[in-house]
């Protein structure tokens, strides 16, 4: 019996082993699974940073250049109010002129008139 004893142990022993060995396997297998969705998680998860730092920089720099046409327009608006001031102040220096213009004009006319009166009763013969 100690033979058949030996035996059995043995058989148990050996089947035993095979279980711890092929459970050690499928162990390992499942890490390396494991690793490399570690390994692939972790890489999308540093592609991403990038891309957040590089759209972060982008978006500074977009908003910087807002800021910059946001100046350029205040400029431009207060270039445009000048200038519409000056053209108006040029507008009612030009009406003025204009008037002054007419007002000469009909002095003038006045003058003329009255010299063609003087001349022609200057030439009327004296009774």
């Known amino acids: 019996m100690d033979e058949a004893l030996k035996d059995r142990i043995l058989i148990t022993l050996s089947v035993l082993t095979a279980i711890f060995f092929f459970s050690t396997l499928s162990s390992c297998n499942s890490a390396m699974r494991q690793r490399s969705a570690r390994d692939k998680e972790m890489a999308a998860r540093l592609a991403l940073e ?11 720099a977009l ?43 009909k002095l003038k006319e006045n003058l003329e008139e009255q010299l063609q009166q003087a001349v022609s009763d200057g030439k009327k013969p004296k009774k």
Do not use: F, I, M, P
């Not at 990038?50 to 500074?60: I, M, N, P, V």
């Not at 908003?63 to 000048?82: G, I, Q, R, S, Y």
């Not at 519409?84 to 009612?92: C, F, M, R």
């Open 63 to 105: 908003e910087e250049k807002a800021k910059a046409k946001e100046n350029e327009v205040v400029e431009l608006k207060a270039t445009l109010d000048a200038t519409k001031k000056a053209l108006l102040q040029d507008q009612l220096v030009s009406q003025s002129l204009k008037d002054e213009l007419q007002k000469v004009t």
């Open 50 to 60: 990038e891309k957040s730092g590089k759209y972060s920089q982008e978006k500074s």
